[in-house]
């Protein structure tokens, strides 16, 4: 059976060329949209899997880092820091902004810390030092052609562009990086300009170092104790929750996505499939007459079906590998990685399954084949 | 030859209802794509849009709502109800941030907090309960609430406390943007902004010129930002659209090309399949312009009948992805359904005239031997 099947592709390389690309094109497709989501939770656990910190103290009923809104009280760290089993505590801020120049706006996510919580990676620059220093991320630096030493406009204050980062975006909005003391700075010039007490300083995390023996859980309880106006989770925990919190927004949107992607599969293989039983109507019909089954004949519909799909399934991979860089490379700021173990798995499974789903739309036709009418052509 | 194009489609109604099926779905796809992008659009503003104000203020240096902070002081909001010109102002607090169901589900949504006595900021369709929720109450988009499996009368967390569902709300519920209502002395104390707004939704007097009075506000109350709707909502539909609809269309892009390319390969492997007869006829003595004729005849029903198909197809899927997956609005664009009968069209006129010439060009001896 095998080398009728290898027999039949070699026999018209063109039409097996064709079905290859076509097969190979949809492969892309559904890897394409598979990447999508997978970036987007691979940007989504990115920053809480890297602050490097123990634990991460927010306000109570705040669970997330990513799009989270949390602000604590000037005194939370003082009790922090007076927590047995704590060793350092190093505060963060959050600020959602639209930054706008050029006439165009862009939601950023500014993230303001002291040491720990910063930048990633700089690959362009240096990390922000006090003095209303910005890292900003790529995306953002590619989109409004802004290089090291660039003034920019945060919340109507200037800043000046210290360094460029990678990997610092997460929901389609690029963070940026600043120094704690100029959201201090900033919040107490603005206090005193309206005269009115500033409730918080900016802060709305805290990174929590523990001391060599201390116990997550003991320190984690001992501190919701002290401080019934906070949670505090691991990084790993905040992680997930902001991959949930993905998951949630979009990804309805991007299943339905993947689904279409994979009707458009299943309809390129029952096409291809569906023309070479056409084509081959003549020759099917031969085997039929020296004893063939139907059935038998189907399995080898779908495993010729298999074989293209494998074929198709390496060119699709590397297609969807540069249809994700070029959409990279076009918006920065989208993360596109079909080559996840988990979304290839799942591509090879669902694409093995519509090979045999469409080997077998052919048979009626199949099925109908008379051997004699055959001959007779 | 007419009669050979009209009677070949009878004869072989399989290959032609398959053909036009191929066509049809992969239209269907393309159609149902650009709905999902152009619903995902229509929902992202969807608050802006059906809230009643003329003109919208917020702090100095924001000028829309998505994923912006704005915070002004409660006297500009006097301030602003003085300037000439001004019918009614209506403050409303607004943060993002996230609804916790059971089971510590957690749920990002815009939480807009109103005043009792609100007319023009809150929900404008209601599912279930009053639409004005009262302190330690929240309302909740119905599509949320049906996807968490809350009820009216349960019990949600936002920002650190407990709510009672008061309310569900229709038209609320998106993939970027679900709006939950909170009353806005809650989101006061939940903020710490006593006595502060986010907005103003303000109403002009009748005959006063919305872009007039947002200017007169911008000139007469210091700190603060003034536009129109119109400028407020497109302001929010760029940013927004920034925050995963993109996503959405370039996908709808890449879709939809794959989807295109496989209506020009059916047309073209229906027209192929008529070649050998066609060269039997040629060498009988059909004339070139009665093969094309025959082709065009074929491809062109086979394009429009797909695209009836597609049509139809769209108008059953649609509720049903609706009921499935309900952050997903799909709105179709008719200039696109436009766009594809004429693309199908000139895909399954290119077929025709490509493989037309290739049998015209046939040696009529080929024809008869098979080859």
Same mark, same amino acid.
């Given at each position: ?11 018209? *390389?063109? !039409? ?5 690309? #076509? +097969? /190979?094109?949809?492969?892309? &497709?559904?890897?394409?949209? @598979? ?94 030092? *006090?003095? !209303? ?5 790529? #995306? +953002? /630096?590619?989109?409004?052609? &802004?290089?090291?030493?660039? @003034? ?104 339905? +996505? ?120 | ?371």
């Amino acid at each position: 059976m095998w080398r009728l099947l290898l027999r039949n592709l070699l026999d018209d *390389p063109a !039409r097996t060329l064709l079905s290859i690309l #076509g +097969l /190979a094109a949809a492969v892309m &497709l559904v890897l394409v949209f @598979e990447g999508f989501s997978e970036g987007l939770y691979a940007q989504l656990r990115a920053y809480p899997e890297r602050v490097g910190a123990d634990l991460v103290v927010l306000r109570a009923g705040v669970r997330n880092l990513a799009a989270a809104t949390s602000a604590l009280p000037q005194s939370t760290r003082a009790e922090l820091e007076a927590t047995p089993g704590v060793e350092r505590v190093h505060p963060l801020g959050g600020l959602p902004l639209i930054y706008e120049a050029n006439g165009q706006r862009t939601p950023i996510y500014v993230v303001a810390f002291e040491d720990k919580g910063g930048p990633p990676v700089v690959v362009e620059g240096g990390p922000p030092e *006090p003095g !209303r220093r910005v890292v900003i991320d790529a #995306g +953002l /630096a590619d989109k409004y052609e &802004l290089g090291v030493g660039d @003034e920019v406009e945060l919340a109507g204050e200037r800043f000046v562009v210290a360094g460029i980062t990678t990997g610092a975006a997460a929901l389609f909005t690029p963070y940026v990086f600043v120094r704690i003391e100029d959201l201090i700075d900033i919040a107490i010039t603005r206090a005193m300009e309206t005269g009115d007490a500033p409730a918080n300083l900016g802060v709305g995390f805290y990174l929590v170092d523990l001391a060599p023996a201390a116990q997550l859980e003991d320190v984690g309880a001992s501190i919701e104790r002290r401080l019934p106006a906070v949670d505090v989770l691991a990084p790993a925990e905040i992680a997930a929750n902001d991959v949930q919190m993905g998951r949630r927004m979009m990804g309805g949107v991007m299943q339905l +996505l993947v689904v279409v992607a994979y009707v458009i599969a299943l309809l390129v293989v029952v096409i291809v499939l569906s023309s070479s039983v056409l084509a081959r109507a003549r020759e099917l019909g031969t085997l039929k007459a020296v004893g063939a089954s139907t059935p038998r004949l189907i399995v080898s519909l779908g495993l010729e079906a298999s074989l293209l799909m494998s074929v198709a399934f390496v060119v699709g991979a590397a297609a969807a590998a540069a249809v994700a860089a070029g959409i990279e490379a076009a918006s920065p700021m989208y993360l596109v990685t079909p080559w996840v173990p988990g979304a290839l798995l799942r591509t090879a499974a669902g694409a093995l399954l519509i090979s045999w789903v469409g080997a077998a739309m052919p048979a009626h036709r199949i099925g109908q084949l008379d051997p004699a009418e055959v001959f007779a052509r | 030859m007419l009669r050979w194009a009209i009677k070949s489609m009878i004869v072989d109604r399989g290959a032609l209802i398959g053909a036009a099926a191929g066509v049809g779905v992969a239209l269907l796809l393309v159609l149902l794509l650009e709905g999902v992008f152009a619903g995902a659009s229509d929902t992202i503003v969807a608050y802006p849009q059906a809230a009643n104000a003329d003109v919208w203020v917020m702090q100095k240096g924001v000028a829309n709502m998505h994923m912006a902070s704005s915070l002004i002081d409660g006297d500009l909001v006097g301030q602003t109800a003085d300037v000439p010109g001004v019918e009614s102002v209506e403050p409303i607090l607004y943060v993002n941030s996230f609804i916790e169901t059971e089971g510590g589900a957690l749920w990002f949504a815009y939480i807009v907090g109103i005043t009792l006595a609100a007319t023009n900021s809150g929900p404008w369709e209601m599912a279930a309960g009053a639409p004005v929720p009262r302190a330690g109450e929240a309302v909740l988009p119905e599509g949320l609430a049906k996807k968490a499996g809350v009820r009216v009368g349960d019990e949600v967390r936002v920002l650190g406390r407990e709510l009672r569902v008061s309310g569900l709300s229709r038209g609320t519920f998106s993939m970027a943007n679900s709006i939950a209502f909170v009353a806005y002395a809650d989101l006061e104390s939940m903020r710490e902004a006593s006595g502060a707004a986010s907005y103003v939704l303000v109403r002009a007097r009748p005959g006063v010129d919305a872009e007039a009075l947002a200017e007169a506000i911008r000139t007469a109350v210091p700190g603060v930002n003034a536009v129109t709707s119109t400028v407020f909502i497109e302001n929010d539909r760029e940013v927004a659209l920034q925050m995963g609809v993109n996503v959405v269309r370039l996908m709808s892009g890449v879709g939809g090309g794959v989807a295109l390319l496989i209506i020009a390969f059916t047309l073209f492997t229906h027209a192929a399949r008529r070649s050998r007869e066609l060269a039997i006829a040629k060498a009988l003595g059909a004339t070139s312009r009665s093969l094309y004729g025959a082709l065009l005849v074929q491809s062109l029903f086979i394009a429009s009948a797909g695209f009836a198909a597609s049509v139809v197809l769209a108008l059953i899927v649609e509720p049903i992805i609706e009921t499935a997956v309900p952050e997903v609005a799909v709105t179709y664009v008719p200039t696109t359904a436009g766009w594809l009968l004429l693309v199908s069209l000139v895909v399954g006129i290119v077929a025709s005239v490509v493989i037309a010439q290739r049998v015209a060009r046939t040696d009529p001896a080929a024809a008869f031997s098979g080859s």
